[in-house]
């Protein structure tokens, strides 16, 4: 039995619990964390895949006749069946001949993670009766990450440090941005390949590091989420590179940023990277199993107060298959942190249409403290 096909049974035990007869499961991370079955295709084109999971009993996979081959050799599910376009009624069709299955039971869904046309669907196909939300149910089975999680996400780690390292190199004056993003995707790749070489794994696992990257410099460093242009580099730019879009590996989502300045830099700007250094650091000093997720973030937040500056955002973020989960280093958020927790864990400033500091970690919470699964050097550097 692997690790996608437990974490199914864990969660049909949950769902008996919580009285829930059938749970459609529609998010691609969420398939992927019960089925083991990725694919290309989506919402986007029309074609969403659905994990339907009944209390007890196998699940069904439903998903693109195009991909069925494909997905039949990912999972462990045995029941997976496809649609055509055009075809009956497509995923419709394999859809109802579930739900149908469950006279008067209880229907669940990923609230807001179910595509809008399968949710509406459902709503017309049912009728009077409710859609119950199971998200919470499956989103706190995620919390904890597995000591097989756990070492994948250290290997995660080690990509995502060859891909600053290979970024810090390729940055110098002149240099456009996409070649610097270029290196990144480069360096990720090849750690990423030697990663999965040595462990022989089958045909569908990638090395590939791919998605849009954010990566910026020069004044643009105050938008955040800009792309790598043709720009090229100039003395004194700050240059800010994110990885959170593309530090993927065996599906897990990281969080990692790094930034350096070319030739020099000016006293405000070094001064306002420093205490973004400041807030990330009281951050991470006050994380430790015990404590409230909100309590990591105040921290964050006294320590821009004490040098002069306002948090806009969340200290950080749960991470795992997905780049979002439970719970978050933020004010309100009052979860109590334990042992195999993950978290992307920021500083970071913005003055307006001038300069945007900002530096990020993936960090595990473990039985005494912390461990920086990206440890790489975060002071201010000149290149």
Not at 247 to 256: I, S, V
Not at 312 to 339: F, H, M, W
């Amino acid at each position: 039995m692997n690790a996608f096909q437990r974490r199914t049974i864990e969660l049909q035990r949950r769902l008996a619990d919580a009285g829930v007869d059938v749970f459609l499961v529609t998010h691609p991370d969420s398939i992927y964390y019960l089925s083991g079955y990725w694919g290309d295709l989506g919402v986007e084109f029309g074609r969403p895949s659905i994990l339907a999971l009944p209390r007890d009993g196998e699940p069904t996979l439903i998903t693109a006749a195009m991909e069925l081959e494909m997905a039949q050799a990912m999972t462990w599910v045995t029941d997976a069946r496809g649609y055509a376009d055009g075809a009956g009624g497509e995923w419709r069709d394999p859809l109802n001949d579930v739900v149908s299955r469950v006279q008067t039971g209880t229907v669940a869904i990923e609230r807001h993670r179910i595509p809008a046309m399968v949710s509406e669907y459902l709503r017309q196909q049912l009728a009077t009766r409710p859609l119950a939300d199971a998200t919470d149910i499956l989103a706190e089975m995620r919390v904890i990450k597995t000591p097989e999680e756990i070492e994948m996400i250290r290997q995660a780690g080690q990509v995502a440090i060859a891909m600053g390292a290979a970024g810090k190199a390729a940055i110098a004056e002149g240099v456009p941005e996409y070649e610097v993003a270029l290196a990144v995707i480069a360096g990720g790749t090849r750690k990423a390949a030697e990663i999965l070489a040595a462990e022989a794994l089958d045909d569908f696992m990638t090395p590939m590091i791919h998605n849009l990257q954010v990566l910026n410099s020069g004044r643009h460093t105050a938008m955040t989420h800009r792309h790598p242009t043709v720009r090229r580099l100039e003395r004194g730019d700050p240059v800010y590179l994110c990885f959170c879009c593309i530090a993927h590996f065996k599906q897990f989502k990281l969080g990692f940023d790094r930034e350096y300045f070319v030739g020099e830099v000016n006293d405000e700007q070094a001064r306002t990277y420093r205490a973004a250094i400041a807030a990330q650091r009281a951050a991470l000093d006050a994380m430790r199993p015990g404590i409230r997720a909100e309590e990591v973030h105040r921290a964050s937040v006294e320590a821009y107060r004490e040098h002069g500056f306002a948090t806009a955002y969340r200290t950080g973020r749960a991470i795992g298959y997905s780049s979002l989960e439970q719970p978050e280093l933020k004010e309100g958020d009052r979860t109590v942190l334990r042992p195999g927790m993950v978290f992307a864990v920021d500083g970071g400033i913005t003055v307006p249409g001038e300069f945007g500091a900002r530096v990020g970690d993936t960090v595990l919470v473990t039985d005494t403290g912390t461990e920086v699964v990206t440890e790489f050097p975060r002071q201010l550097e000149v290149l």
